[in-house]
T-cell receptor
């Protein structure tokens, strides 16, 4: 299993600013992911955070808007850049321990972001 | 990614069994069927997964059709705490084992 913490748990930000969200895992993990959940919607995968290399982004998400770092096997950050009200969402960090099709994915509690 | 289809919502009475269906007619031979649920104001949590045979764990049972084109998550005795959105997900190894969420089924449990 894996226990995930995220900071901050919530924030209210002004349009045009940036926010960096931290994800810390209590053990080394193979895979780390970032998801977005807009109000009343399902989860959308933003990117896979790769340790020591650039993140792999899903269609519709770009590095300039959502830069991601993963310096080691237990930590990752997601930055939401040049924010607009449309970025108001819950952002969730997720991990897998082995990266296989049978692996279980664990999720953090999420960061609730409101952009004014 | 292979797609799944689930009803938008279902309702159950407390202490009664719940059968949550999922259709995945384009499933490939190597896709595993995973179920997650998301309780209010929490991140999703793993429920169960299987490939071909029915599976049981302490949370639920998973019944998989013989042709694997559909599956059913079974909660044997629903409690109020089981009110959540349940996601049926197919995982394969072509995209790096990503978990792609569909719309899910919102389960309402009545006391």
């Amino acid at each position: 299993s894996a226990v995930i913490s995220q900071k901050p748990s919530r924030d209210i930000c002004q349009r045009g600013t940036s926010l960096t969200i931290q994800c810390q895992v209590d053990s080394q993990v193979t895979m780390m992911f970032w998801y977005r959940q807009q109000p009343g919607q399902s989860l959308t995968l933003i990117a896979t955070a790769n340790q020591g290399s650039e993140a792999t982004y899903e269609s519709g998400f770009v590095i300039d808007k959502f830069p991601i770092s993963r310096p080691n096997l237990t930590f990752s950050t997601l930055t939401v850049s040049n924010m607009s009200p449309e970025d108001s969402s819950i952002y969730l960090c997720s991990v897998e321990t082995s990266g296989t099709s049978t692996d279980t994915q664990y999720f953090g509690p999420g960061t609730r972001l409101t952009v004014l | 990614d292979a797609k799944t289809t689930q009803p938008n919502s279902m309702e159950s009475n407390e202490e009664e069994p719940v059968h949550l269906p999922c259709n995945h007619s384009t499933i490939s031979g190597t896709d595993y069927i995973h179920w997650y649920r998301q309780l209010p104001s929490q991140g999703p949590e793993y429920v169960i997964h299987g490939l071909t045979s029915n599976v049981n764990n302490r949370m639920a049972s998973l019944a998989i059709a013989e042709d694997r084109k559909s599956s059913t998550l079974i909660l044997h005795r629903a409690t109020l705490r089981d009110a959540a959105v349940y996601y049926c997900i197919l995982r394969d190894n072509t995209g790096g084992f990503k978990t792609i969420f569909g719309a899910g089924t919102r389960l309402f449990v009545k006391a």
